[in-house]
Nanobody, 121 residues
């Protein structure tokens, strides 16, 4: 089994910062892309940022310059540093990873259970 465990969400005032963490645990051979998605009430889940195992990153336009995604491959962990938060960043943030559980095996997608981020004064 593979599990993604998120932490770091909470309530923050506009202009504040939060750092999310997501650790992958279990039977893991390799991890390709790791990413953060978010879902606001009444809206579809959307990609926030992603990072490949080679370190290539991609951000949605609305978070560029404010959010930074990094990963620690030795710890199978991905982070999302969020600065200059605004109310439009409110939502449940989900960790996502593409993982192989054995050499030559299939690459499957996994999701965390989500962590709430609320930006409000």
């Amino acid at each position: 089994q593979v599990q993604l465990q998120e932490s770091g969400g909470g309530l923050v005032q506009p202009g504040g910062s939060l750092r999310l963490s997501c650790a992958a645990a279990g039977s893991i051979f390799s991890i390709n892309t790791m990413a953060w998605y978010r879902q606001a009430p009444g809206k579809q889940r959307e990609l926030v940022a992603e990072v490949t195992n080679g370190g290539t990153t991609n951000y949605r336009n609305s978070v560029k310059g404010r959010f930074t995604i990094t990963r620690d491959s030795a710890k199978n962990t991905v982070y999302l540093q969020m600065n200059s938060l605004n109310p439009e960043d409110t939502g449940v943030y989900y960790c996502y990873a593409i993982i192989k559980r054995r050499l030559g095996g299939p690459a499957n997608t996994y999701w965390g259970q989500g962590t709430q981020v609320t930006v409000s004064s």
